[in-house]
């Protein structure tokens, strides 16, 4: 959606309005590869409840999921399947690093593994971890919804979080 | 059968095809020409004291750095910690490479009806030039004899370059169309990259 550059107050709310719907309708694709597989269905289920967000319906098309979850570690002969189901995905769509392995590439480090999926598609979250606990994905599908709410009201993707200081010397 | 009968009633059977052979703890494991390879296993499948319907394993090794201090460069990269070399032996620890041939085909078989298992050990020769590639094989293949060897070979394929005589459809599993060498030979560079999509990292 193009965004005039001084929006009125009608337009401005109508896409908190829009940005509200969204994250709290999130259809998830969960491309789910390896063990984080197994902590990732224990967020999804009652204890946890992943549809407290708006989350808890999973799309096993990727024509019709807004949320790539991509669960576990990728390798190279994946990754084209990973970029293609990334492709078919409409827009607006967010991708969310789950585990270390599809962060980094996590403790492996061979001819076999992709060393972070952000080498082959843009990344709007990640959560480490090996596997991460529920609370830590909860939170990350908190920050998402931050931004896909913070997305639609200024009509362009933030910028990415700066790093604190404290981790860059 | 125990473990010491069963490699007397192979070495009885076919005189000169053993190499070698020991019994230690348990394990019943037995080196064998590669020529004989087939003879072998059609005995030990269908003869009835022996039984062995299943064929539980086949991996193969690389023994080209067997033994051999590790440069220290080598692993250099990983950060794996790495012992000093004054510490590792030069000599062979035990029980050491089957043979002076580089790399060893191993079989590991099971009798469903007899409760008995049994190691086969195939050393095969390098070709003088550095391969042991090719459409031909070095190997005689299973597959006739048991079916599950299918997928078994195609990962030695894969993973060795050794090839198997009369495999039906001889080629990689787990790695892609196209990749280029065979990543658990003790020569493929450790840090050497080659994916099919994004940089290379």
Redesign the interface.
Known sequence: MNMPKNPSFLTSRLNEAIGWARKYSIFQYPFVTACCGMEYMATACSHYDVDRFGAGFPRFSPRQADVLFVVGTIS??M??VL?RIHDQMAEPKWVVAFGVCTCT?GFY????T???ID??MPVDVYIPGCPPRPEMVLDGLMKLQNKIQAQHTTGERPASEVRPAILES | MNNSSLIESVTARFPGAVKASHAWRGDATMVLRGEFLLEVARYLKEDPALQMNFLMDLSAVDYSTFGKKPAPAFFAS?GVALKPSSQIPDEDPWPGPPDRSRFAVVYHFFSMAHKHRLRLVVPVEEAPDGTVEGTVGRVDSLTDLWPGANWLEREVWDMFGIGFRGHPDLKRI???EGFEGH?LRKD?PVN????????V?
């Open positions: 190279h002969k990754a084209p970029k590439g480090d061979n001819y076999a992709v060393m972070g080498t082959i | 990983s787990l790695m892609y990543p493929y050497k990259r080659q994916p099919l999509i994004g940089p990292n």
